[in-house]
């Protein structure tokens, strides 16, 4: 397994930026530090280790965790999943193919679609579709804008390289004020930044200082009842009301993963008004990024196939969307499913505990280094998106599909092609029609 020729260059899928001119290293050997890739990024260098193949793999179909011909877990799987009453297709960790074929599937089956970062997602729907908002994408950002504001304190863990995507040689480089809470880790990260200007604000004086920017473009006298801001933070947050005065382009970018506490959408919400106030008078927009394991890929191909986002039960007839209903983890918990399959390409994440709970049978398509192969009742092992295969990704911004191209000879079968396989059986076994949605 070891000792596999690679590409030297190519698009890291490992985040939502789908960074391109990564240079690899030209032959995977050991997985040691020299046989990293040539950037300095966690993301990278996490997914870069982690598809390393090593003896703990498993690469061969699974049935209760023992190895099985490949035809007859096919076949055993799909006879199951159609008995059951309602499957659920959770984690969804794939590319634009892959989620094809299990969208495809889905309607066939009657299945419950949600992805594992759907939450996020839910985040970012609901704000655009309770009041709408004016976005941009990372490459106008990047020529146009003069004033950048990171909000929250994981955007630059999530997304390691985002800075350097931001900067452009040919013109002066913006103003980057970075908003985050008073955590110990986010002052030690802006503390290795110095070239950002950081506010570190309690999460409660977030709607506060936002009400305040608000408050001096709509020329009015802030009266937000909400906590006041200490004297020490007046300082870098007076800094950031003076370079959004002087702009012309002012950009706001966050990651919804730091905005799912119960109210945190009231902060957005308060951001987006900064937003539109200030385009009264000047240019602002914002940026919300997504795209990590495949969440914006899952999203935007369940929309164009069915008519609506993830968080659906898909039939020949009709697509029933629930978003609280079914999302994953309340399906599993309220036991509403009866079979379930999980989809983790990209890394080896590994399910909810709840998925086991599940009462029929649970099927695992994943990563070969996925430690839950042993226990699913049937395992397929995949190839990694833009490693071994092939492959197509909505970047984080979500306006931009990204080919990537292999960088290895396959070690095991892409997620399209087992669900393709699944279906197949699944239509050659003449497996009922799925019952309308209940």
Known sequence: MLGLRMRTCG???????LCDGITFPSQSTTAQADTLPNQN??????GWLLSQPNSAWHLKPMRHGRISESQAAVSEAAQLIAQSRRPLFCGLGTDVAGMRQIVDYARHVGAILDHQHSDALQVNLKLLQ??????????EIRFRADVIVLVGDGVLERFPRLLSLLADGTKPAPKIFWLGTDDLRFRSLALLLPE?????????EWLSALSEIHARFSKRTCRDSAAPIANENKNSLAALETALAGSKYAA?????ADFLADGDDLILDS?????????????????????????VTAQQVCTWKTGFPLRQVLNKVEADYQPQRYRALNVLKKNDCDSAVYVSAFEPI????EFWNVSGVKVIVGHPALKSALRADYFFPTAIPGIDHDSHLFRGDGVAVVSLNAKRVALAPSVAEWFGNLLN????????SPSPSA
């Not at 990024?41 to 996490?46: D, F, N």
């Not at 950002?196 to 409660?204: A, D, Q, V, Y």
């Not at 590994?350 to 505990?353: D, F, R």
């Not at 059986?425 to 009922?432: I, L, R």
């Open 130 to 139: 309770h009041g709408g908002w004016i976005s941009t994408t990372l490459s």
């Open 41 to 46: 990024c966690e993301r990278l260098t996490r």
């Open 425 to 432: 059986e699944h239509v050659a076994q003449g497996g009922p």
């Open 196 to 204: 950002l200007e950081t506010i570190s604000l309690k999460k409660s």
């Open 11 to 17: 698009t890291c899928p490992f985040c939502g930026l």
């Open 271 to 295: 951001l987006l008004r900064v937003v539109t106030r200030l385009n009264e008078s000047t240019r602002s927009a914002v940026l919300p990024l997504a795209g990590s394991h495949g969440d």
């Open 350 to 353: 590994e399910p909810p505990e």
């Open 252 to 256: 706001w970018i966050w990651s919804a």
